[in-house]
């Protein structure tokens, strides 16, 4: 497949018509859209994503504009729909990027239940897969970005797709979500890091993209495998501490972070039985990325 | 042992053990539960394990189960160990995983 590598006059007239069809990981996606801001930024992130044929399955129709309504013309707002239907509440139009990528997480996350789904970024080095499940504030898409900006492959910032059978994770690198300070800390921590333009008084906070790396794109579809999980927790101030946790606690906490456990019921427990078996479990306290990424870095055969 | 009179002549079963899957490791005393039911998820030590599968198999009242909890963990049949069984039992039921009647 092509990249959509394409003039943003073309991306913009394709939304606004038939639709940009992308491969991400294993989806092909449909987008259509009348704003200028999701013309824009779908060029910036989405330049390496294949094209997806006119003729082949969508797996997901979206579509993000503005709502019907006077308001558009006083405070303009965009609405995000899945095939017709709205899940979310309008949000101010300057957030209709985010609101494209929150959206669809939940599309993936409410329908792709052939994966046990985990709400966490997965990273590789050496084709071994390291899984960082995290609550919301615990660092893990600031560490995740800081890693693939010193090498490491992204499969994903927002979700470990693991398939219940042999445990590989397909990966489904999308750009990663930035809040607040790590907006600065980013673009501060190395070069060639390519961050969007941030959005201010979203619900969390200020949120900017980083663009994920093209070479991380074009081995989308290179399933790996797992052999680590560490639970980011940023502490300011504190010093880098990684510690192995049983595979018991491993567990339950891997399953609190799970979007369709519950609903997979007992293969979504056999599968998550069979992760911490296979992969050490660490807790990981820290506050500097360098010494962090050092320690991850030292796990890797 | 005398045991309290809210806590006699009630027999404890496991509701659907059937749906009642478990990990363990030989390496590890915590072991996980899971409740294909409901999808509860517990995090359980030794005691709680032990507790669940016992009443797994049967219909059991406390003093039984307590008889056998303290054979097994080489333990007193005491008031703590009663009332250890007793909060665990009450727990486990309020999570629908076990059930409790009257004999």
Redesign the interface.
């Known amino acids: 497949m092509k990249p959509l590598n394409l003039k943003q006059g073309k991306i913009a007239h394709l939304l606004r018509n038939d639709g940009v069809r992308i491969q991400i990981g294993p989806f092909a996606v449909s987008l259509r859209s009348r704003l200028r801001r999701v013309a824009e930024q779908i060029a910036f992130f989405y330049a390496d994503y294949p094209r997806v044929a006119e003729d082949a399955f969508v797996d997901f129709h979206i579509q993000i504009n503005n709502p019907t309504g006077l308001r558009h013309w006083i405070r303009p707002q965009a609405i995000f729909s899945f095939d017709g239907f709205a899940p979310f509440k309008p949000l101010p139009e300057d957030q209709a990027f985010a609101m494209f990528e929150w959206g669809l997480n939940w599309c993936i996350a409410t329908t792709a239940h052939q994966y046990l789904i985990v709400h966490a970024a997965v990273v590789a080095k050496n084709g071994q897969a390291v899984i960082l499940p995290g609550e919301p504030g615990a660092g893990k898409s600031t560490l995740c970005a800081a890693l693939v900006s010193r090498g490491w492959r992204l499969l994903s910032d927002e979700m470990a797709m693991i398939d219940p059978g042999g445990l590989s994770i397909t990966p489904v690198p999308r750009p990663i979500g930035l809040k607040n300070e790590s907006i600065a800390i980013m673009k501060n921590y190395a070069d060639g890091v390519q961050i969007g333009p941030p959005v201010t008084d979203t619900a969390k906070g200020t949120v900017a993209h980083m663009r994920p790396p093209a070479e991380s794109v074009a081995h989308a579809d290179s399933d790996a495998q797992p052999e680590h999980i560490i639970f980011p927790a940023y502490s300011a101030g504190a010093d880098t501490q990684l510690e192995r946790i049983?595979?018991?606690?491993g567990?339950?906490r891997i399953?609190e972070q799970s979007f369709n456990?519950?609903i997979l019921?007992?293969e979504g427990?056999?599968t998550l039985?069979r992760l911490?078996?296979r992969c050490p479990a660490f807790d990981l306290r820290y506050s500097q990325l360098d010494s962090a990424i050092a320690r991850i870095d030292a796990l890797i055969t | 042992m005398t045991l309290e009179p809210d806590i006699t002549g009630i027999l404890w079963r496991a509701n659907f053990p059937d749906f009642f899957l478990w990990a363990e490791w030989e390496d590890e005393e915590a072991s996980v539960f899971f409740h294909q039911g409901s999808g509860e998820t517990l995090l359980l030590n030794p005691l709680g394990a032990y507790l669940l599968k016992t009443i797994c198999s049967e219909g059991i009242s406390i003093e039984k189960l307590a008889h056998r909890t303290a054979r097994y963990f080489d333990l007193p049949v005491d008031k703590a160990l009663l009332g250890t069984i007793n909060m665990s039992l009450r727990t486990f039921e309020q999570k629908g995983l076990v059930l409790s009647s009257v004999s």
């Open positions: 049983e595979k018991a606690h567990l339950t399953a456990y519950h019921g007992r427990f056999e039985t911490v078996s």
